[in-house]
């Protein structure tokens, strides 16, 4: 059962896109949940994280300033609020759940299952 992301787009540097995760047929599972991205030819990174419970945050030090990261329980519902993109903020972007606690950055995370992510392309 995976995590359905959504929200890409394609937008010209220094724009904004607003990126959704939610669950299909379940309740968020574990301590946090966060959002990684992949470029071509690169691998997976960490993005941001939040936990579920009390909101902690955290982020890369590539997005700090302009991303924000945020839930909604009623909506069971995780957002990456993406401000002031950049061209290499270009990849496929996935979010995750189960995450582990503390809050951290969740850097060499390979856990999944990582559902088929959402596309963001930002044109110089």
């Known amino acids: 059962v995976q995590l359905q992301a959504s929200g890409g787009g394609l937008v010209q540097a220094g724009g904004s896109l607003r990126l959704s995760c939610a669950p299909s047929?379940?309740?968020?599972?574990?301590?946090?949940i966060g959002w990684f991205r992949q470029a071509p030819g690169k691998e997976r990174e960490f993005v941001a994280a939040?936990?579920?419970?009390?909101?902690?945050?955290s982020y890369a030090n590539s997005v700090k300033g302009r991303f924000t990261i945020s839930r909604d329980g009623a909506k069971n519902t995780v957002y990456l609020q993406m401000n002031s993109l950049k061209p290499e903020d270009t990849a496929r972007y996935y979010c995750?759940?189960?995450?582990?606690?503390?809050?951290?950055?969740?850097?060499?995370?390979?856990?999944?299952?990582w559902g088929q992510g959402t596309q963001v392309t930002v044109s110089s």
């Open positions: 939040i936990s579920w419970g009390n909101g902690l945050r």
């Open positions: 995750a759940d189960d995450l582990p606690s503390p809050l951290r950055a969740y850097d060499h995370y390979t856990s999944g299952p």
């Open positions: 047929g379940r309740t968020f599972w574990g301590y946090a």
